[in-house]
């Protein structure tokens, strides 16, 4: 590959979000195919560990230290890339954060977070680097989406609602450029055994401990399998395939309610507004029997 004025340039792996969990999975699993790739993350301890895995792995590894939640955050990792000689071939969306409790009251800005993450900063790469990839005719995109994006989620409303974003906008850019040479794919996983389930709060809700928990290993060989294979969707797992058709199949006033059940602790506070916990407002045996 050249650029511009006609100096090489080198396709390259960007994994954004690359520091722990799925992001830092499928950096190894492309480095294992001798792949340049480049390690995106806020954290410069976790870029160090998973450049080393890159390199155990047999591939070769550059990391920048980025914020996605700046404003030129694309331009910037354009910048390196550049400057790196190196050209973005394959893109990786996999940061992204969740929180659970309702959104009546937890914090407005921690909230907004997860709309700048999952889905501006994803937008903002995608659109950034897509349009080359197509002018090269190959490459793709794979973005880090979740079963959660089959159906609203109470108790974890704006994650979920960011997953369906990731789910529609991927499926949508696949059929546009399947016929460029370029994939865009969303791998869609149950959860996963990383420390997001425990920083979410998501691994002390029932829902979570009914579905098997899946490796991070696992969905990253699934994920860019599918990937290479110019998927659409990638469902890893057969449990999350089960989630995902109830998902799709129950009416929305059943899968609402059961989800937002599912979800909520008896101490979380009532989402009515009173400011008592769940359990001892509309939670209590007399309020379901409409004595309140």
């Not at 546009?176 to 869609?188: F, I, L, M, Q, Y």
């Not at 709060?201 to 029932?206: Q, V």
């Not at 699934?222 to 659409?232: D, E, H, L, T, V």
Request: hydrophobic share 45%; net charge positive; proline share 4%.
């Amino acid at each position: 590959m050249t650029d511009e004025q006609g100096e090489s340039l080198r396709p390259a792996v960007v994994v954004v979000g690359a520091s722990r969990g799925i992001g830092r999975a499928i950096a190894k699993v492309a480095a294992r195919e001798g792949a340049t790739v480049v390690l995106v993350a806020r954290s410069s301890d976790g870029l160090s560990a998973a450049a080393n895995d890159v390199k155990a792995a047999g591939g070769q590894a550059f990391t920048f230290s980025l914020d996605l939640l700046a404003t030129d955050a694309s331009r910037r990792l354009q910048d390196f890339l550049t400057a790196n000689s190196l050209v973005c071939d394959v893109l990786v969306n996999s940061a992204g954060y969740g929180l659970r409790g309702p959104a009546t009251t937890l914090p407005i800005a921690d909230q907004l977070g997860i709309v700048d993450v999952n889905v501006r900063a994803l937008t903002d790469m995608t659109l950034h680097f897509l349009p080359g990839m197509v002018a090269r005719g190959r490459g793709g995109v794979l973005n880090l989406g979740s079963i959660a994006g089959f159906t609203p989620g109470p108790n974890m409303a704006l994650y979920y609602a960011s997953k369906a974003f990731v789910r529609s906008f991927s499926e949508a850019l696949h059929q546009e450029v399947k016929s460029t040479g370029v994939a865009v794919t969303c791998v869609a996983p149950g959860p996963v055994a990383t420390e997001f389930l425990e920083k979410s709060g998501a691994g002390r809700a029932a829902l979570f401990k009914i579905l098997p928990k899946l490796s991070s290993d696992y969905v990253a060989e699934r994920a860019w399998s599918g990937f290479k294979s110019s998927r659409r969707l990638v469902v890893p797992g057969l449990s999350a395939k089960l989630a995902a058709f109830v998902a799709s199949s129950l009416p929305a006033t059943v899968k609402v309610r059961l989800i937002g059940r599912l979800q909520r602790r008896s101490r979380d506070l009532c989402p009515c507004g009173s400011g008592k916990p769940f359990k001892e407002c509309c939670g209590s045996r007399k309020a379901r029997r409409g004595g309140i």
